[in-house]
């Protein structure tokens, strides 16, 4: 896919629970081609603990998505720190992934949770910005996702410095890419002022 030109790739799902030195090597020429990987940070028991680190979402060169609620809670229940998913160095940014409405069967919905559900939000949001500014880097798409997220520590007093930049902000994630202007090939000059939220 990365050799035929896909600029964002999802990954929902989980390879181990420690680093690979061959994983990433994959990741690091997905990466030269200019694909954009994110993937989901870990559930929580994933590798036995919320605070362990779970890969693909762990390597370099890779965004990594946990979860919030609809109050910007990371702990699904509110006040139970068992109840939570992934909160560790690696996470870059939150998404919904508590309680997420999906397809159960053919003409019905359930509702589930997972950062698995979280992660296409940013997918999602990522392919909208490379549709206005096919020029960003990864680089580039991190920092407008950092810049542009919802800082949530007030919500989370627990795990601040764990949930990454805060919950994705599409809205405002995409004002910034509008403001961007590609200029010496693929370096992107930021402008302007303000951001909305969704």
Known sequence: MSNNGVRVINLSWASGCDYSSYVQSVIDEVYANGTILVAAAGNGSTCGDPSNLVYPAAHDHVISVSSV???DNHERSIGDPSATHQHNS????????????ITG????????????????YVSGTIGLM?????????EDVL????QSAVNIDAQNPSYI??????????????????????????????????????
């Open 90 to 101: 690696s996470v870059d940014i939150c998404a919904p992934g508590y309680d997420v409405a």
């Open 161 to 198: 410095g764990l949930l990454g930049a805060g919950r994705l902000n599409a809205n405002g994630a995409l004002a910034l890419t509008d403001e961007f202007t590609c200029t010496n090939g693929n370096s992107p000059e930021l402008g302007g002022s303000g951001m909305p939220e969704d």
């Open 105 to 120: 069967s053919a003409g019905s919905y359930v509702t589930a949770n997972g950062t698995s559900f979280a992660a296409p």
């Open 69 to 71: 609620g609809p109050l």
């Open 143 to 146: 920092e407008i996702l950092t």
């Open 130 to 138: 490379l549709s206005l500014q096919p020029c960003l880097t990864f």
